[in-house]
T-cell receptor, first 115, second 117 residues
Framework: AQKITQTQPGMFVQEKEAVTLDCTYDTSDQSYGLFWYKQPSSGEMIFLIYQGSYDEQNATEGRYSLNFQKARKSANLVISASQLGDSAMYFCAMREGPGFQKLVFGTGTRLLVSP | GAVVSQHPSRVICKSGTSVKIECRSLDFQATTMFWYRQFPKQSLMLMATSNEGSKATYEQGVEKDKFLINHASLTLSTLTVTSAHPEDSSFYIC?????????????FGPGTRLTVL
């Protein structure tokens, strides 16, 4: 079964607008971590934001925020005030359990920001 | 902080040759590094977990004799693709696990694009 699901293969947004990238996950663990990474065309994976399963507040990092809805098992990434440089692939990932080291990635969402 | 470098960034080789890719954590020590493979327009696929001073743990379906991993120090892991064939052509990307925070964040290198002719 897919552990991380990103249902949007592609998203379009205009510059300066906000955009939400969806991510749902599946786990029976109580302790887990959720990550979002950005992959521009150059290929590098850039860490954006982290949400721990026990964190009560939604994570925020600059223009990035994570809409964490634990009961729904969703961890959507919100990018505010989109910039042209935000155009990239975005991957949601999950690390299960405190001792687990592996990350499981979703299939990604390609975001295109237009002027 | 948390910078990971990878070398080379791009390599083209003939079929049958071996290629070594280096992954270094530049400003932190990483007891654990990971090697991923990414096909065009697809997600990252974990190949193996590399632990400093011990044997790597390979994911199911990954040939350990084909993809040799060495993690000789806390800042360096190497992936050697032995007897490379055209089907090994792919984007290989490493990550290093930072113990500096309680998130166990993985920081990624810039990747290596391997083309086997």
């Amino acid at each position: 079964a897919q552990k991380i699901t990103q249902t949007q293969p592609g998203m379009f947004v205009q510059e300066k607008e906000a955009v939400t990238l969806d991510c749902t996950y599946d786990t029976s663990d109580q302790s887990y971590g959720l990550f979002w990474y950005k992959q521009p065309s150059s290929g590098e994976m850039i860490f954006l934001i982290y949400q721990g399963s026990y964190d009560e507040q939604n994570a925020t990092e600059g223009r990035y925020s994570l809409n964490f809805q634990k009961a729904r098992k969703s961890a959507n990434l919100v990018i505010s005030a989109s910039q042209l440089g935000d155009s990239a692939m975005y991957f949601c990932a999950m690390r299960e359990g405190p001792g687990f080291q592996k990350l499981v990635f979703g299939t990604g969402t390609r975001l295109l920001v237009s002027p | 902080g948390a910078v990971v470098s990878q070398h080379p960034s791009r390599v083209i080789c003939k079929s049958g040759t071996s290629v070594k890719i280096e992954c270094r954590s530049l400003d932190f020590q990483a007891t654990t590094m990971f090697w991923y493979r990414q096909f065009p327009k697809q997600s990252l696929m974990l190949m193996a977990t590399s632990n400093e001073g011990s044997k790597a743990t390979y994911e199911q379906g990954v040939e350990k004799d084909k993809f040799l991993i060495n993690h000789a120090s806390l800042t360096l892991s190497t992936l050697t693709v032995t007897s490379a064939h055209p089907e090994d052509s792919s984007f290989y990307i490493c990550s290093a696990r930072s113990h500096g925070d309680d998130r166990d964040t993985q920081y990624f290198g810039p990747g290596t694009r391997l083309t086997v002719l």
